[in-house]
T-cell receptor
């Protein structure tokens, strides 16, 4: 596979469930990102990882827990979510030392619905 | 305060017409980056352009052109001879150099190109 892939593409979960979103990049990049895109808000940066180290947590609630085991994989662990967390979750990656001022390559997103 | 404003929520034009998408930004930094991304119906954002604050030259890439005006804090995007495949949501974004790993997106402009 090429580019940035995300699984699953769609997820429906209850508020008491625990699930994980997966992102994988095949571009040899060093930085990876999670974004949230909801219907009524601008695209929001959630987390940034550079060389597997988290460099940004944009005031995200603790019910979202990221994990970056290596520079190619990024997870977003979800637990006790709220209906307002329903959104499209996008993963992205970039080259170099990271930093959002680099060109980012995005995955297709996971459409999450919390019931 | 909203840092990136895309005042046009939705635009519809007939194919082959030219269309300009507006972006106004707000920053106190002297060094920053501006971006345009395209989000087609498939979901993943596609990078179009990055411009740093010291380079005010306008840029043309095929049917796409960008007009960067620091005096008015604007970074407008024009599509010439629009095509149906240009239908998408277009996002303008700002990254300030002294705000490592922060990027702020506008709310996006949904562009419909009618056949």
């Amino acid at each position: 596979e090429t580019g940035v892939t995300q699984t699953p593409r769609h997820l429906v979960m209850g508020m008491t469930n625990k699930k994980s979103l997966k992102c994988e990049q095949h571009l040899g990049h060093n930085a990876m990102y999670w974004y949230k895109q909801s219907a009524k808000k601008p695209l929001e940066l959630m987390f940034v990882y550079n060389f597997k180290e988290q460099t940004e947590n944009n005031s995200v609630p603790s019910r979202f827990s990221p994990e970056c085991p290596n520079s190619s994989h990024l997870f977003l662990h979800l637990h006790t979510l709220q209906p307002e967390d329903s959104a499209l979750y996008l993963c992205a990656s970039s080259q170099g030392e990271g930093g959002v001022y680099n060109e980012q390559f995005f995955g297709p997103g996971t459409r999450l619905t919390v019931l | 305060a909203q840092k990136v404003t895309q005042a046009q929520t939705e635009i519809s034009v007939v194919e082959k017409e030219d269309v300009t998408l507006d972006c106004v930004y707000e920053t106190r930094d002297t060094t920053y980056y501006l971006f345009w991304y395209k989000q087609p119906p498939s979901g993943e954002l596609v990078f179009l352009i990055r411009r740093n604050s010291f380079d005010e030259q306008n840029e043309i890439s095929g049917r796409y052109s960008w007009n960067f005006q620091k005096s008015t804090s604007s970074f407008n995007f024009t599509i010439t001879a629009s095509q149906v495949v240009d239908s998408a949501v277009y996002f303008c974004a700002l990254s300030e150099m002294n705000r490592d790993d922060k990027i702020i997106f506008g709310k996006g402009t949904r562009l419909h190109i009618l056949p």
